[in-house]
């Protein structure tokens, strides 16, 4: 019986067929899929939509999230302008939830995509003292909260009808929601097998 080294055999990933590793060109040899050693390729991809969310996310904060035009004022507010309205109008449970969701877990996610990111190809020795698949998982389960802010403006302008006042979502909105949406693709992009790999 031939004994084959463990560290050489690749997986299919359409077929689950365990086949040699020969090298760049492997071909499974049950459905003859091209086959790829994921940690080739497990970052490039997260990489891209993070950096694509990050950018996004920009414009979210430097235009108006929200205009309202009220017996012919127009107002046009930013998601810290609106925050700070918020606070000096005494609604500080509001202001405060809108702040965390729009401000703190859209940073905070970047920042450990970020680092989950650079800490499986540069590991260092006191990165095996953090566990990095509960940071993952904060990512993945905070991710759908960071559009409150979103669904607010959206809220807001479907239900106040009135002949006076109109409400609309701002270029805000629209960049703030694809800020979130290639933020969750870059979580769900990332590969927790390196996390493994790396400890």
Known sequence: MIEVDESKLIRCPICDAVNIDKGKKNRCRRCDSAIYHHRNFSTEKSWAYLITAMIAYIPANLYPMLVSNAFGIR?????????????????????????????????????????????????????????KHKLYYVTEVVGPWSMIDVFVVAILAALIHLSSVEILAGTAATAFAISVFFTLLAAHAFDERLIKENR
Request: glycine share 8%; net charge positive; hydrophobic share 55%.
């Open 75 to 131: 107002d046009e507010s930013t998601i810290i302008g609106g925050v700070v309205i918020l606070w000096e109008h005494g609604s500080y449970p509001i202001a405060a939830i809108i702040f965390f969701a729009s401000i703190i877990i859209p940073v905070m996610k970047f920042l450990i995509l970020l680092y989950l990111l650079i800490s499986v190809k540069y590991p260092l020795g006191k990165d095996k003292k953090v566990n």
